[in-house]
């Protein structure tokens, strides 16, 4: 035993020593570089808390299954890896799942990628800025989806939600139950992502698939998403005091017969539609959805507002500033869709309110309920805390 020991120790020795003389080479290998974040892939199959004193890295897409609930604290930061197609990262909350992410104006919870440097000192220091990304950047990871049992009018009953490969069943969203209750998000910055999954498939900052009335979304930001800022597919929840800032394509997207309201809000320099707003795809639903007392900034935008022939939606009380000749109100009627307009006020630069809304056809006509005016009811109080109130957006 003893020789084979010597015989063993004498084979070892030089190996070091070579390891040794590697290690010093001009050229050694590098060493991976870690983050020091907590990584999380795969599943959440049980509840799971994150706390505020870690930052939470996405490896992928992590889903959220039905019957776990995922507990955000005030504060806490999750980052998303680069990801692109199949694999991009995003945060999914499946059917039957829940999500509590209650954030507060002095300790928000903060979506983001990993190439943004924001830690936790930061946010305790109340600076929600990214130090190092403008917030312009986008389409650097996935974003944040929800998904739930509430009636939707698309080709079923339930149907996969864009942005997620049709491979992953966790995707299904819809149903019949329009109390669902997905959970609370309140206080949430969601930052620089909106990834493609493949050719017009992208994910959007906050994608709510069929989320019931029993769910709580207040006080959202999204800033810098490469495709819409938020977008409903059917369901019936309620949201409010909502900043979107900088999105790449719509500002607020609605789809498949969500009947549900949005009360205060602004949407600041989107780079699509201000306004994307669809009627039914499936099954006729003339129950009508509310999009009330809202700033907006179309400095970069197409249309300011565009409706589909079987769109039911009430406007209220929007103000819109920055248009600039050929972006206009697209009243897509006549149809069998029902839209009216209650206060909404074009800051035009010149000409007549009627240069500003075209039908179908293209022609100009004048609709009742949009007029030219500087009339303001959106309320920027509660939406102080955001990076876009603090950056001055809303100057």
């Not at 080709?155 to 139950?177: C, F, H, W």
């Amino acid at each position: 035993m003893k020789t084979s020991k010597s015989i063993i120790a004498a084979f070892l020795l030089p190996l070091s020593v070579w390891l040794t003389a590697c290690d010093k080479d001009d050229d050694p290998l590098p060493e991976p570089e870690e983050s020091g974040n907590t990584i999380v892939s795969g599943n959440i199959s049980t509840n799971t808390t994150w706390t505020k004193n870690k930052v939470y890295e996405l490896d992928g897409r992590v889903t959220v299954l039905s019957g776990a609930t995922l507990t955000i604290e005030p504060g806490t930061i999750i980052k998303g890896q680069a990801g692109a197609g199949a694999s991009s990262t995003a945060l999914l909350i499946a059917r039957g799942a829940k999500i509590m992410a209650e954030g507060t104006a002095s300790a928000p919870i903060i979506f983001t990628s990993v190439a943004d440097e924001i830690e936790p000192a930061d946010v305790a220091a109340g600076n929600f800025a990214s130090p190092n990304l403008a917030p312009t950047v986008n389409g650097l990871w996935g974003g944040v989806l929800i998904l739930g049992k509430a009636p939707i009018s698309a080709s079923a009953e339930a149907v996969q939600i864009e942005g997620i490969p049709t491979s992953d069943q966790n995707g299904l969203y819809g149903g019949t139950v329009a109390a669902d209750n997905s959970g609370v998000l309140k206080y949430i910055s969601i930052r620089h992502g909106g990834t493609e999954i493949g050719a017009g498939n992208e994910i959007n900052g906050l994608t709510l698939g069929g989320v019931g009335s029993g769910t709580v979304i207040e006080n959202i930001e999204v800033v810098g998403n490469q495709d819409d800022g938020i977008e409903w597919f059917g369901g019936t929840v309620n949201v409010k005091n909502i900043m979107v800032w900088n999105a790449g394509d719509d500002g607020l997207d609605t789809d498949q017969a969500w009947t549900g309201t949005v009360d205060n809000f602004a949407v600041i320099t989107p780079g699509g539609h201000c306004f994307e707003l669809d009627g039914p795809e499936g099954p006729a639903n003339t129950n009508p959805h509310t999009i009330k007392n809202g700033y907006v900034n179309a400095e970069n935008a197409g249309d300011l507002i565009n409706t589909d022939a079987n769109t039911y939606v009430n406007l209220q009380n929007i103000f819109i500033t920055g248009i600039k000749a050929g972006q206009v109100v697209r009243h897509n009627a006549p149809g069998t869709g029902v839209v009216t307009y209650t206060g909404i006020n074009l800051d035009i630069p010149s000409g007549v309110v009627t240069d500003y809304i075209k039908n179908n056809a293209g022609a100009a006509v004048a609709v009742a309920g949009i007029v030219k005016g500087t009339a303001n009811t959106f309320n920027a109080a509660p939406l102080s805390w955001t990076w876009a109130s603090k950056a001055g957006a809303l100057n």
